[in-house]
């Protein structure tokens, strides 16, 4: 069996800024690199069910979120990403009750004025 390499950019941003490091994936010619050959090679993951990767959508490609059996080709950048520190659905529910609150107050201001 003939054997094939190329060459990816794996950019780990889990912890600070972006740090870059090519990798060489070496592969049988037959046989179709995927994400999950990469993550193992650079040393990131020993396998689909590793603790590291548990939590959906820390790796991707090119900043898109990729599966673990995803295929990869060459000059890819595998992109590793950190934890999110607050979840973004929440953060825009949040901002939509209080500009609905605010919505209510002033025309509660408005009808009491009218009142007066």
Do not use: H
């Amino acid at each position: 069996m003939t054997k094939q390499v190329m060459t990816i950019t794996l950019c780990d941003a889990r912890q600070g800024d972006p740090v870059l490091s090519p990798i060489q994936l070496s592969f049988l010619v037959d046989e179709l690199p995927t994400v999950g050959l990469a993550l193992i090679k650079a040393g990131v993951a020993t396998g689909p069910n590793d603790p590291l990767l548990a939590r959906k959508g820390c790796f991707g490609v090119f900043g898109k979120r990729k599966d673990w059996d995803s295929p990869i080709y060459s000059g890819d950048r595998l992109e590793l990403y950190s934890p999110l520190l607050i979840d973004p659905k929440a953060v825009r529910r949040k901002k939509a009750n209080q500009k609905q609150d605010a919505k209510f107050q002033a025309a509660a201001a408005k009808r009491k004025a009218r009142r007066l």
